[in-house]
Antibody, heavy 122, light 107 residues
């Protein structure tokens, strides 16, 4: 059974870069059937899809974050990572990693991590 | 972006009740609609995809329906473990978007 676990600093200073890693266990990140995604939820607000990466390294980002965002994959460690630059208080959120599964050429989220809280504050 | 609107935002019900949550998309999304359950401090759990297909291991009291712009999630007979927040999500086009959630509380 695949499990995802987020890790990274819980506190980031404004204008700095937020960095998180998602470790995949119980299955390989190298698969044609999955995208590996990040989702966040600011306090009291809706869930927001951040972007995904394919095991080959190809990415697709939310246009609202694209200019500050980089998602990478390390297949040797079965991990993928998120870097969000120039953060502000508006980036304070619970960050989730998730797996998007291919079903008839459309991808839906079937497995999620428990989430990690990131606060942007000086 | 496709806007997803859920109703109601919160709902009080009793064990054994039948409840329905609705989700409306701002444009047609065929059946590319998923439902999730989330409990405090836990990972969101996939319940339904393709509008009506039950994820493996999900009890049969959960069902989904709809196509195009209007969708619903029905819980046939509420159990104590079903009290949680429920989200719909469209995956017809990127960026993927979510409903604002429906909080299901014990009456």
């Amino acid at each position: 059974q695949v499990q995802l676990q987020e890790s990274g600093p819980g506190l980031v200073k404004p204008s700095q870069t937020l960095s998180l890693t998602c470790t995949v266990s119980g299955g390989s990140i190298v698969s044609r059937d999955y995208y590996w995604s990040w989702v966040r939820q600011p306090p009291g607000k809706d869930l927001e899809w951040i972007g995904y990466i394919y095991y080959s390294g190809s990415t697709h980002y939310n246009p609202s974050l694209e200019s500050r965002l980089a998602i990478s994959v390390d297949t040797s460690r079965n991990q993928f990572s998120l870097k969000l630059s120039s953060v502000t208080a508006a980036d304070t959120a619970v960050y989730y990693c998730a797996r998007e599964r291919n079903y008839r050429n459309y991808y839906y989220m079937d497995v999620w991590g428990k989430g990690t809280t990131v606060t942007v504050s000086s | 972006d496709i806007q997803m609107t859920q109703s109601p935002s919160s709902l009080s019900a009793s064990v054994g009740d039948r409840v329905t949550i609705t989700c409306r998309a701002s444009q047609g999304i065929s059946n590319y609609l998923a439902w999730f359950q989330q409990k405090p401090g836990e990972a969101p759990k996939s319940l339904i995809y393709a509008a009506s297909t039950l994820q493996s291991g999900v009890p049969s009291r959960f069902s989904g329906s709809g196509s195009g712009t209007d969708f619903s999630l029905t819980i046939g007979s509420l159990q104590p473990e079903d009290f949680a927040t429920y989200y719909c999500q469209q995956y017809d086009s990127y960026p993927i978007t979510f409903g604002q959630g429906t909080r299901l509380e014990i009456k």
